[in-house]
């Protein structure tokens, strides 16, 4: 069995018009269960275009990429939906709750389409907001609660199904300095407590000290990959 | 897939709420396309109602021969006008054409009738006891006379509701009380029980009825001896009507000596003649009422399409959130086929209630009897969830194609 994500020379190539933008170029990479995996890199070096891949939203060009030991280059587009449900949550710079409807039911969205019966779906979603600190606030909508808070609602959509991966792009790109602080400080635990494998791209180094391992991509490769103790920043 | 389905008409409901003078402007074309519906359908109904009651009232299966050519548009001269048809040609129908179960005649002119120190104008029909049977008039009290009465030229009449009502106090019993007809007393053995308006639209309760054999002697004068105003006949299937009504033709003409090129010098009528006249103008409506109803139908189907195309625009977003957390293909289509139908229906609700009020109004006002039938509100059900179900297709088809990277992204 192995590693839980195991990538074999990616690629993927964008068609624009007659041009082919290259945003990856061959990307090796293998990432056990429960790890922290930040994605460093510049601007436009295909840290998104990666995500999009390991969270089953894209497929790569060329290559093969296995989650789990599927192979999730040859998946159907529904059956891609179905493995996100299942395995994998995200966590969005831009929060992308749904506008006008509650915490609640934003937080139970991803059990609405696994067909969760409907007292489970709430059960489960209040569970879920507790435990990213926001009981109390499940029918707020979104325009009433802080970008800390929507982003916490977030988490909460991306737990409540038990995903084995935790996606984050960019997570604190939109939050300010203590805001960022609380919510890494929830991924940390995600990790370290459930134990669920969390990869998150960042352009901060303060933030990218919270994984164990630091991964710098490069104009679609990978430019180094270093794992070292994660730095005791923050904290709660 | 239960709890996928009762959120989703949930959400919509909410969606619609929130946005309900825009849903109220999408809607309009379906409900006035729905409420037009159900108001033409239940006049329709009301007016074919009447038709058939007053078809009804003839008789069943009823053939009338009338003397004088069928002229253009129908019109003829007025019953008895002639002298072409004869008692003779009754009696020699009754025994050549086998297919007629009845044969009857009449004769009739407008009389005064007195009652006491009351008197009232009204058509007087020297009758066959068979014509009773052939136009199925009813007694509410009394009784017909009989062929006893008519050979003995017994001076015995019946009379119509009208008749009564004109010449007799409330509460008093006409049966056995006797009445004036150009001075000469008859009995009343029985009042008609009311048939209303017939498909021409005179009241057929103004009558009075005698025997035909004592009309001739004591009425209606002998200047025509042996001439009927009317023959009337009736067969015991409707099928059998076309071919009764040639047989008629042929031995008439026979009688009357046409030579072939020579037109009839009577009119056959039968029911099914009445009832296309009427059926003919309710079909006219009823073609310009679907007409009207398909048209707001179709513009409320477009509409419910583009403010459907502008809410997924709108939400290309959201629905990027939802595939990334898992909807499917199918997930995403349903929702937006849920809201259009939603959207339809909640139309096509109200254009039931408005088409009913509707009704209902053009009955008082108008006084026109209208019939609302429970088929045409479920028809009008049905109808606007399939308008939102062909509508709702291309934008929810649209909505369930996006590419979820590309709609996370979209701004
Ligand atoms: N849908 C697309 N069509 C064409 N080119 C694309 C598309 N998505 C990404 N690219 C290109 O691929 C390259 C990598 O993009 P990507 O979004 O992965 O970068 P990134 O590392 O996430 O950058 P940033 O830090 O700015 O988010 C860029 O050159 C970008 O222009
Ligand atoms: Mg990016």
Request: charged share 20%.
């Amino acid at each position: 069995m192995g590693a839980l994500i195991h990538c074999q020379d990616l690629w993927k190539v964008y068609r624009l018009g007659d041009i082919g933008v290259q945003a990856l170029r061959g990307v090796s990479l293998s990432i056990e269960r429960g790890g922290f995996v930040a994605i460093m890199g510049a601007s436009g070096s295909g840290k998104s275009t990666l995500m999009n891949i390991l969270g089953c939203l894209d497929q790569p060009t060329r290559g093969t990429y296995l989650l789990d030991g599927l192979d999730i280059g040859k998946a159907g587009r529904d059956e891609l939906a179905e493995i996100r449900n299942l395995k994998i949550g995200f966590v969005f710079q831009s929060f992308n709750l749904i506008p006008r409807t509650s915490a609640l039911e934003n937080a139970q969205l991803p059990l609405f389409y696994r067909g969760v019966p409907l007292r489970q779906q709430r059960e489960r979603a209040a569970a879920a907001l507790a435990r990213v600190g926001l009981s109390g606030r499940e029918h707020h909508a979104p325009a009433q609660l802080s970008g800390g808070q929507q982003q916490r609602v977030a988490i909460a959509r991306a737990l409540v199904s038990q995903p084995s991966i935790l996606l984050a792009d960019e997570p604190t790109g939109n939050l300010d300095t203590e805001s960022s602080r609380e919510i890494m400080g929830i991924l940390d635990s995600l990790n370290r407590d459930d134990g669920i494998t969390i990869i998150l791209v960042t352009h901060e180094q303060d933030i990218a000290h919270y994984a164990a391992r630091q991964i710098v991509v490069k104009d679609g490769q990978i430019q180094s990959d270093r794992s070292g103790e994660p730095a005791p920043i923050g904290g709660h | 897939m239960g709890a996928f389905i009762w959120l989703t008409v949930l959400t919509a409901f909410r969606i619609l709420f929130r946005n309900r003078m825009r849903a109220g402007l999408t809607m309009l074309g379906i409900i006035i396309g729905v409420g037009a519906v159900i108001a033409m359908v239940s006049i329709g109904h009301g007016a074919k109602a009447v038709v058939q009651a007053q078809v009804a009232s003839m008789g069943t299966n009823v053939i009338i021969v009338l003397p004088g050519a069928t002229t253009v548009g129908g019109v003829r001269g007025s019953q008895g006008s002639g002298v072409t048809l004869t008692l003779s040609d009754a009696l020699e129908l009754k025994k050549r054409v086998p297919l007629l179960s009845e044969t009857g005649w009449s004769k009739r002119d407008v009389m005064q009738i007195v009652y006491g120190n009351k008197n009232w104008n009204t058509p007087v029909n020297g009758i066959s006891p068979s014509y009773l049977t052939i136009r199925d008039w009813s007694y509410s009290s009394g009784g017909p006379f009989t062929q006893a009465d008519m050979e003995a030229g017994a001076r015995v009449a019946l009379i119509g509701q009208t008749v009564v009502e004109n010449l007799y106090d409330v509460g008093e019993e006409p049966v056995g009380s006797v009445i004036r007809i150009k001075n000469v007393p008859f009995r009343v053995i029985g009042v008609l029980a009311p048939k209303g308006q017939s498909a021409q639209g005179s009241d057929q309760d103004d009558i009075i009825f005698i025997p035909f054999s004592t009309a001739e002697r004591k009425v209606l004068g002998t200047q025509f001896l042996g001439s009927v105003g009317a023959l009337f006949a009736s067969t015991d299937h409707p099928d059998d009507l076309p071919a009764a009504v040639e047989g008629i033709r042929e031995v008439l003409r026979a009688r009357h000596r046409l030579q072939p090129e020579q037109q009839d010098d009577f009119t056959i009528r039968t029911q099914v003649d009445i009832g296309l006249v009427q059926e003919g103008t309710s079909q006219t409506l009823t073609l310009m009422m679907f007409s009207v109803a398909s048209i707001s139908l179709l513009v409320g189907g477009i509409g419910i399409m583009n403010i459907l195309l502008v809410s997924v625009t709108e939400r290309t977003r959201e629905i990027g959130v939802r595939m990334a957390v898992g909807a499917k293909r199918r997930h995403i289509l349903m929702q937006f086929l849920i809201e259009a139908m939603t959207l339809s229906l909640v139309g096509g609700l109200l254009g039931i209630v408005f088409g009913v009020i509707g009704a209902q109004i053009t009955t008082v006002v108008a006084g026109w009897p209208t019939i609302i039938s429970a088929e045409s509100i479920l028809v009008a059900f049905f109808f606007s969830l399939a308008v939102g179900l062909f509508f709702g297709l291309y934008p929810a088809n649209k909505a369930s194609r996006l590419n979820p990277i590309e709609a996370l992204r979209y701004e």
